[in-house]
């Protein structure tokens, strides 16, 4: 089992920048990757940002250049030149054995 818990999110202006972190406990032994991914009102969840443990990126072509996503003890994703159409849930992921395990999601709001 691998428990997640986000933390970072808030309101922020449309430009402005905001840190995502995602603390990972029990078998984190076992994780093989991590992600980002967001859900807006109406939308379907979908992936923002992932990293293998071997330290390989994915982003998606909307975040790409102002989004990073890092991961040491913790899994973190810089949010930089925020726009109102990054307002979401972001949920924090990991991959671990044949199981996928999901935090609880934090708001990001993006004024304009």
């Known amino acids: 089992q691998v428990q997640l818990v986000e933390s970072g999110g808030g309101l922020v202006q449309a430009g402005g920048s905001l840190r995502l972190s995602c603390a990972a406990s029990?078998?984190?032994?076992?994780?093989?990757?991590m992600g980002w991914y967001r859900q807006a009102p109406g939308k379907q969840r979908e992936l923002v940002a992932d990293?293998?443990?071997?330290g390989s990126t994915n982003y998606a072509d909307s975040v790409k250049g102002r989004f990073i996503i890092s991961r040491d003890n913790a899994m973190y994703l810089q949010m930089n030149s925020l726009k109102p159409e990054d307002t979401a849930v972001y949920y924090c992921?990991?991959?671990?054995?044949?199981?996928?395990?999901w935090g609880q999601g934090t708001q990001v709001t993006v004024s304009s």
């Open positions: 992921n990991a991959v671990a054995g044949w199981h996928t395990y």
């Open positions: 029990g078998s984190i032994f076992s994780i093989r990757s």
């Open positions: 990293i293998s443990s071997g």
